[in-house]
């Protein structure tokens, strides 16, 4: 029987353990050491949710390259707008630059399209997406993804960085929701 958790008031599965987590982000970290050689890129980690992934990933990469923080301000309220309205902290120059985005779940589209369309206005070089998570049956949008860690289902999921109301980045593997 698969490991179960209670998150306020729902309960989690096991879903995908720490060591294969790391394993496919190494294999990922490969690519990119290979694509981006010479490129001096500058990695933009999407918090909250990528923090975990983030850190493991700029373990693994070996290229000259930089990393910043950035939040997006997307919510009227308490509701998304699925509309990214603000890039916030980015203080570094991306112009010319190459860019990775390192991000920790992919589903709909509309954030990642949104964040696009407002990192192309400072002019990169170009701009690729790491993820963590992606979730091709949650897609509405188009979204070119250049790094995929894992592909999911469409289940709700906690740990390693995402979190159901606030709670359970901290956990080293990832559950999915039980129905």
């Known amino acids: 029987m698969k490991e179960v958790i209670t998150i306020k008031d729902k309960q989690f599965e096991l879903f995908i353990e720490q060591e294969v987590i790391e394993l496919e982000i190494k294999r990922i970290s490969q690519q990119i050491n290979a694509d981006l050689k010479d490129k001096n890129p500058i990695f933009l980690a999407v918090l909250n949710g990528s923090f975990m992934f983030a850190g493991e990933l700029m373990k693994e990469v070996t290229i000259a390259s930089e990393i910043t923080f950035v939040r997006l301000a997307s919510y009227v309220g308490t509701s998304s707008t699925e509309h990214v309205k603000e890039v916030l ?8 630059r190459e860019v990775v985005i390192v991000e920790d779940i992919v589903d709909s ?12 206005k400072l002019n990169p070089a170009g701009i690729r997406i790491a993820t963590l998570l ?3 049956a949650a897609l509405v949008n188009k979204v070119d993804i250049d790094y995929v860690a894992l592909e999911i289902p469409n289940d709700f999921i906690v740990g390693y960085g995402l979190d159901y109301d606030g709670y359970g980045r901290n956990l080293k593997d990832i559950y999915k929701v039980r129905q």
């Open 89 to 96: 902290g980015l203080n570094e120059s991306i112009e010319g």
């Open 109 to 120: 589209g509309n954030t990642m399209n949104s964040l696009l369309k407002e990192l192309n």
């Open 134 to 136: 992606f979730k091709p």
